[in-house]
């Protein structure tokens, strides 16, 4: 089995800055793309960036400038370092990691974690 979870999330006041963490663990033979998303109440779920195991990334246009996203391949671990929080960024973020298990015949699949919220609020 692989689990996937996120830490790090809690309120905090406009202009500051927060770090989420995201672990995955289990009978992992390989990461490939990892991604935070986050889902505001009434909305739907959007990504907010994504990184590759070489460590590319890319972002929405809405958190570029303020949003970094990085990675330890040795502790299959993701990173989302936020600054300059908007009482926009508020909503549950999660993290997704595009997994192979360490089975015979595995092939990529999606795990996600429960998800951490971020509340950014005076």
């Known amino acids: 089995q692989v689990q996937v979870a996120e830490y790090g999330g809690g309120l905090v006041q406009p202009g500051g800055s927060l770090r989420l963490s995201c672990l995955a663990s289990?009978?992992?033979?390989?990461?490939?793309?990892m991604g935070w998303y986050r889902q505001a109440p009434g909305k739907q779920r959007e990504l907010v960036g994504s990184i590759t195991n070489g460590g590319n990334t890319n972002y929405a246009d809405s958190v570029k400038g303020r949003f970094t996203i990085s990675r330890d391949n040795a502790k299959n671990m993701m990173y989302l370092q936020m600054n300059s929080l908007k009482p926009e960024d508020t909503a549950v973020y999660y993290c997704?990691?595009?997994?192979?298990?360490?089975?015979?015949?595995?092939?990529?699949?999606?795990?996600w974690g429960q998800g951490t919220q971020v509340t950014v609020s005076a």
């Open positions: 289990g009978n992992i033979l390989r990461i490939y793309d």
């Open positions: 997704n990691a595009i997994v192979v298990r360490a089975i015979i015949n595995s092939t990529p699949a999606n795990y």
